[in-house]
T-cell receptor, first 116, second 113 residues
């Protein structure tokens, strides 16, 4: 089946530094990838939609300068949290839409970010 | 825009008992409906989906859900649960013309022997 990986699975960084999270589709091409944020005991909140070769589309309330998204190839999207603060600590999940499917998204295992 | 309400945040259930997880949605357009399952320390996996056609959809591991347009619901059921069904279950909806998923808050199912 379709597999999406995320790296790293866990990261701890100091306040003010930046951290990059990678999302890869391992066995399919993904023209569209999505980045979600999940707070403890809460649902996934869509942050942005990442389209290969173009600028990401951010949801209302998500700072594009803080959460930089790059989708340079059909199998890789990156999320960079810039100048991280403790309130950015969260679980970040990506998903990838198979270009052959009109609806199905495959989810990565998530990245736990802790900002100290 | 669409939204999803999962009415039960936690559902404890004994092994081999039935379980129902409730999901209601709101949308001004036609929708696709999904149930995802998240096992501990794993990513979300698609459990089943409704796109069109038969309103009753089934998964390979015994779950089923029924799309009820008049009640705007997509409840998930399993007649007999296993310990391995312990997980977080998310109901999600997207418009039939876009890919964006809106998720419910999730229901934690804990199956006990």
């Amino acid at each position: 089946g379709a597999v999406v990986s995320q790296h790293p699975s866990r990261v701890i960084c100091k306040s003010g530094t930046s951290v990059k999270i990678e999302c890869r589709s391992l066995d399919f091409q993904a023209t569209t990838m999505f980045w979600y944020r999940q707070f403890p005991k809460q649902s996934l909140m869509l942050m942005a939609t990442s389209n290969e070769g173009s600028k990401a589309t951010y949801e209302q309330g998500v700072e594009k300068d803080k959460f930089l998204i790059n989708h340079a190839s059909l199998t890789l999207s990156t999320l960079t949290v810039t100048s991280a603060h403790p309130e950015d600590s969260s679980f970040y999940i990506c998903s990838a839409k198979d270009r052959r499917s009109s609806y199905e998204q495959y989810f990565g295992p998530g990245t736990r970010l802790t900002v100290t | 825009a669409q939204s999803v309400t999962q009415l039960d945040s936690q559902v404890p259930v004994f092994e081999e008992a039935p379980v129902e997880l409730r999901c209601n949605y709101s949308s001004s357009v036609s929708v696709y409906l999904f149930w995802y399952v998240q096992y501990p320390n794993q990513g979300l996996q698609l459990l089943l989906k409704y796109l069109s056609g038969s309103t009753l959809v089934k998964s390979i591991n015994g779950f089923e859900a029924e799309f009820n347009k008049s009640q705007t619901s997509f409840h998930l059921r399993k007649p007999s649960v296993h310990i391995s069904d312990t997980a977080e279950y998310f109901c999600a909806v997207s418009g039939s013309n876009d890919y964006k998923l809106s998720f419910g808050a999730g229901t934690t199912v804990t199956v006990r022997a």
